[in-house]
């Protein structure tokens, strides 16, 4: 195929071979199908930052270290300059979450390389080797739901105990490939430690939940965040902790609802992020 403008570098540099065909194109990136050292490979190409839209983004760029104080003020405006600086930031927590989890066995693509704006990444499968579909996309029974649920729920843990929170978690965002589920997309991946780390783990396990619960609703009636951040706070959380999804002083009631709003809530950003409207 025609080479991608955004791809030429990486071939100049022999970080790839060929470029075998475009697998999505987002409103945040582009992901192509390459090929790096014999074997095909992802390559996400970031949008530029004046082509793309930084609402609701800033909510997450708090919970970042920032160093030198330039820098930390022109993020915080909304100049030009702090646009772009936003924008480098914004890519490079995704190259560093992906290379910090792989390091520590969460399921999630293998990083390869970053170059020139562009991550390239090993590219996850189904049974037949052709890109993974995401969890969205395929048919999930109860069963299913309630395994996918926990190993979610334990690969969370695990980026917990790594010092991160994914940030945007839902059945958009996770792989399913032959042998399992691979968790993808992390540009929006937060520091534990920031201010607003709980809210943003609860509402990406409410996301999953919501998503899981429509195959199987006692899943609705789970509070594993509660539960997960009390071991956390103390310092007691690992990897294998035992977790039962139930938590002292749980409003059932009230937990539900607030899951129902935030599946609501979900699907209107992704359709919004793919450019449909409501009315
Ligand atoms: N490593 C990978 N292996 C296979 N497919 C991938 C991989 N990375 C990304 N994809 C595919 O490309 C799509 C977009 O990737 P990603 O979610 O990282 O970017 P995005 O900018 O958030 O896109 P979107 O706005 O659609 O969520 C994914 O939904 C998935 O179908
Ligand atoms: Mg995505």
Redesign the pocket.
């Known amino acids: 195929m025609k080479i991608p403008k955004r791809l030429q570098p990486l071939l100049d540099a022999h970080m790839i071979e060929d470029v075998i065909g475009q ?2 194109s ?6 192509y199908v390459v090929r790096v050292k014999g074997e095909l ?2 390559a ?1 190409i ?1 949008k530029e930052a004046n082509n793309r839209t930084f609402k609701q983004k800033t909510q997450y760029t708090e919970g970042r270290k920032v160093r030198g104080s330039r820098r930390a003020r022109a993020m915080e405006s909304s100049s030009k300059y702090g646009r772009q600086e936003r924008e480098a930031e914004w890519q490079n927590t ?1 190259v560093d979450a992906l290379y910090h989890l792989a390091s520590v066995g969460v399921k999630v ?1 293998k990083p390869l390389g970053y170059h020139e704006g562009v991550l390239l ?5 189904d049974a037949d080797g052709n ?4 969890l969205n996309d395929v048919d999930v029974t109860a069963e299913e739901a309630r395994a996918y649920h926990l190993d979610l729920i334990r690969e969370s843990v695990k980026i917990l105990c790594a010092g991160l929170i994914h940030g ?1 978690l839902s059945e ?2 996770v ?1 399913k490939a032959a042998d399992g589920l ?1 968790i ?4 929006q991946a937060i520091q534990a430690t920031a201010n607003n780390a709980f809210g943003l783990f609860e509402r990406d396990l409410s996301q999953l939940a919501a998503f899981f619960g429509r195959f199987a609703p006692e899943i609705l009636e789970t509070n594993y965040a509660k539960e997960i951040w009390k071991f956390f706070e103390n310092g007691k959380l690992k990897p294998d902790t035992v977790l039962t999804g139930k938590f002292e002083g749980s409003n059932r009631k009230a937990d539900v609802r607030a899951v129902m709003s935030e599946i609501n809530d979900a699907r209107e950003d ?1 359709m919004e ?2 450019g449909f409207r409501n009315k």
């Open positions: 697998l999505q987002g409103k945040e990136a582009e992901v490979c992802c996400k970031y995704e693509p990444l090993q590219m996850v499968t890109p993974a579909p995401r945007d958009f965002n792989l691979v993808i997309d992390l540009p992704e992020k793919r």
